[in-house]
């Protein structure tokens, strides 16, 4: 009998608990901006990325290790000096690949506390589809789904994120969903057909309104489902990169 895929969401980081993640495939969801912006930025050949956990991490490694890393981030909101700012809007192209250092005050510092997981994955509402598919394919049997959050606070945006990637992946089949996913999904469900799924009125929209950034809102929802590329952490090196893009 084939066993049923169970999936579960954390509402924020600090509940993280790693011991728990290590037979499991996790999804990192910070849905504005920190993991949809590497999804971009790896689409931009920005690749492979560097999560880290703050911009003295960042800055170490760049001087000891990565001379030609490019430096992105941003603390509680605030732009780095000597860094680029984590909007996805502002990156263009390459043609050949740049390597990134990139950090964040809750998306990298999530992905940093779940990097011993069995699988660890980098998701967004700009490819929640290919992602499914993809693990679906690749048979997971036990999924969390961690929303970010906000500093010890959730977030509407990265619930919501969750709860998108499990539209996706329940109709792919059945699954068995624990109560914090039926809260993401039911969320999800109640707001899908609104203009920007509510993500207008969340406070990290008017955060980055008053930081000068009110266009990445936008920019994130335009691409909903339009990134058809799987990125995956290697926990062996440390490195965030593609694994798996979809041909239309």
């Known amino acids: 009998m084939t066993l049923m895929t169970k999936i579960h969401v954390l509402p924020m980081k600090e509940l993280i608990q790693p011991e728990l993640l290590v037979n499991a495939d996790v999804v990192v969801y910070d849905v504005l901006l920190a993991t949809s912006s590497i999804l971009f930025l790896l689409n931009k050949n920005y690749r492979p990325i560097i999560a880290v956990e703050n911009a003295q991490e960042a800055m170490r490694l760049k001087e000891q290790k990565y001379?030609?890393?490019?430096?992105?981030?941003?603390?509680?909101?605030?732009?780095?000096?000597?860094?680029?700012?984590?909007?996805?809007?502002?990156?263009?192209?390459?043609?050949?690949?740049?390597?990134?250092?990139?950090?964040?005050?809750?998306?990298t510092r999530a992905i940093q506390a779940a990097k011993h997981a069995k699988n660890l994955w980098v998701g967004s509402i700009s490819n929640n589809n290919v992602l499914a598919s993809h693990l679906k394919t690749e048979g997971a049997k036990s999924i969390v789904l961690i929303a970010a959050g906000n500093v010890g606070r959730m977030s509407l945006e990265d619930m919501l994120g969750a709860g998108h990637f499990i539209d996706h992946?329940?109709?792919?089949?059945?699954?068995?969903l624990t109560d914090s996913a039926r809260i993401a999904f039911g969320l999800y469900q109640q707001t899908k057909d609104e203009?920007?799924?509510?993500?207008?009125?969340s406070e990290t929209h008017r955060l980055l309104t008053d930081k000068g950034f009110k266009g990445a809102t936008r920019y994130v929802l335009d691409h909903i489902n339009q990134l058809d590329i799987v990125a995956k952490y290697d926990k062996s090196i440390g490195t965030i990169d593609i694994v798996s893009r979809k041909v239309r």
């Open 67 to 107: 001379r030609e890393a490019l430096l992105i981030g941003e603390e509680n909101g605030d732009p780095i000096e000597s860094f680029m700012y984590p909007d996805p809007e502002i990156f263009d192209s390459v043609s050949s690949s740049q390597m990134s250092i990139f950090c964040t005050t809750n998306g």
């Open 169 to 176: 992946y329940k109709q792919l089949g059945t699954v068995e």
């Open 195 to 201: 203009e920007g799924w509510t993500l207008f009125n």
